[in-house]
């Protein structure tokens, strides 16, 4: 048996056998050569491919680690389907991984961990996040970058401060992000609307409001929009950059599910922005847990200051970021992009699956979404939206109102449900879908 074949073997015995710890350290390179008596570039070989089998994984200027074992399925089935939650499904997530993580962070910024440090945020993560950020066109210095716990606070800072531009109105997209339409309401902050749809938004009316109406920012979710799960295409998004240009508009840029979308010929706004009128705006919370609570945003060199001094709440937990840190430099955070996205890509197809199957009176009109978590179900304007939702809990099957995502003053409301299947298991969507067109098809006859 060659050297390179043994080492893999000997692994999977050892491993078998309990030999090999979840979370242990692997004898160096150059010890493992010595120990099965091969060259060095060997056992390298060797340990890549073992890296590439998710079976451990490096820290650089520490070593090779044993990757925790699976865990469990969370939760119990307690026979509800979820379409409603956003959240993501705690089964898909490394929790032991990111725990080793936590610990060897503790080790290496030890230091750091127990002072006030920087409010922009953990130094060596923001050098990180460059080349992180850069995967997705977004290439930016890390004085650009700031570490927030979580996009929400960046959110609220934004909207409160002051802009160059020296305009007043924040522009937003009807739907859109609900928590954050409810706090821009909260705050009594002047706020203009444009519709988006399942086909995009009207681009002259885009630019007549940037034009005449008085607009400090444009909020928008170019990527995944929730809950519409659509994206913008290349030339809506190189027009909204061109305009916000023309007429110094800035963009905020809530690229919050990102990650979970194809990479090739999919960038974000600001890969287009040319005159810096873009804040890019990105969330660990639907790649990781939510409860990791941390956010980047990378600031046009104009507004850093002005951010920085409004921005008073305070940055991410240290432990957090240095953790995460970690997790994106050793390949973990890649490889469980990778995971995430084809298993929740496999869903969504399945969920297209069963509305061509059953919405063969065509009562839905459906978003074609194939990547991300949300996408939209169009119901009949005759139909009782809020009816359709009761009668689909009783049945064990929650969904989300379409009506939750507008203004409270916004009238031109398209009359739809969100569905998210990201808590839905894959042997319940064909269910699901079936009792969605089941329940809309009642109350057309009601």
């Known amino acids: ?63 090779y680690y044993i990757v925790e074992d699976e865990e469990q399925e969370a939760g119990l089935d307690d026979g509800v389907i979820d379409f409603a939650s956003s959240s993501p499904d705690l089964n898909v997530f490394p929790y032991r991984d990111f725990q080793h993580c936590l610990n060897k962070a503790i080790d290496t910024y030890k230091y750091h961990l127990f002072t006030y440090g920087d409010p922009q945020g953990l130094s060596a993560l923001r050098e990180t996040l460059v080349k992180h950020l850069a995967d997705d066109q977004v290439f930016a210095k890390a004085q650009q970058i700031a570490v927030t716990p979580g996009i929400q606070q960046a959110l609220h800072t934004l909207a409160k401060m002051p802009f160059p531009n020296g305009r007043s109105v924040i522009l937003v997209e009807q739907p859109s992000y609900t928590l954050y339409l409810k706090f821009l309401e909260a705050e009594n902050l002047p706020v203009k609307s444009i519709a988006r749809t399942a086909e995009g938004i009207d681009l002259q009316q885009l630019e007549e409001l940037f034009r005449n109406g008085d607009i400090k920012c444009f909020y928008t979710m170019s990527r995944h929009h929730n809950p519409l799960g659509t994206s913008y295409g290349v030339r809506e998004k190189k027009t909204i950059a061109r305009l916000a240009a023309k007429y110094d508009v800035y963009v905020l840029e809530d690229d919050y599910m990102g990650d979970l979308g194809d990479r090739r010929g999919f960038e974000p706004i600001f890969a287009y922005d040319q005159s810096r009128h873009v804040v890019y705006l990105k969330s660990f919370s639907k790649i990781i847990f939510p409860g990791l609570r941390i956010g980047a945003v990378v600031l046009p060199e104009p507004l850093l ?35 995430i996205y084809r298993q929740y890509e496999a869903r969504v197809e399945t969920l297209h699956d069963a509305v061509k199957m059953y919405n063969d009176a065509g009562l839905l009109e459906v978003a074609d979404v194939r990547s991300g978590i949300y996408t939209q179900f169009k119901i009949p304007q005759a139909v009782n939206l809020e009816r359709v939702v009761d009668q689909l809990k009783k049945r064990g099957v929650l969904v989300g109102s379409g009506k939750l995502f507008y203004l ?39």
């Open 305 to 339: 200051d002005r951010f920085h001094t409004y921005n008073q709440q305070g940055g991410a937990a240290l432990l957090s970021q240095a953790a995460l840190d970690i997790y994106i430099k050793n390949g973990m955070y890649e490889r469980h992009r990778e995971k």
């Open 408 to 446: 409270s003053t916004y009238l031109q409301r398209e009359k739809f449900l969100r569905i998210s299947i990201s808590r839905a298991r894959p042997e319940q969507i064909h269910e699901g879908v079936k009792a969605v067109i089941e329940e809309v098809k009642r109350g057309m006859n009601a």
């Open 1 to 63: 048996m060659k050297k390179y074949s043994a080492i893999l073997t000997d692994f999977e015995q050892k491993r078998a056998a309990g030999e090999l710890r979840p979370g242990q350290k692997l004898p160096s390179v150059r010890q493992a050569a010595d120990m099965y008596g091969c060259s060095i570039s060997t056992v390298t070989r060797a340990y890549a491919e073992l890296e590439k089998r998710h079976a451990i994984y490096s820290i650089p200027q520490s070593g």
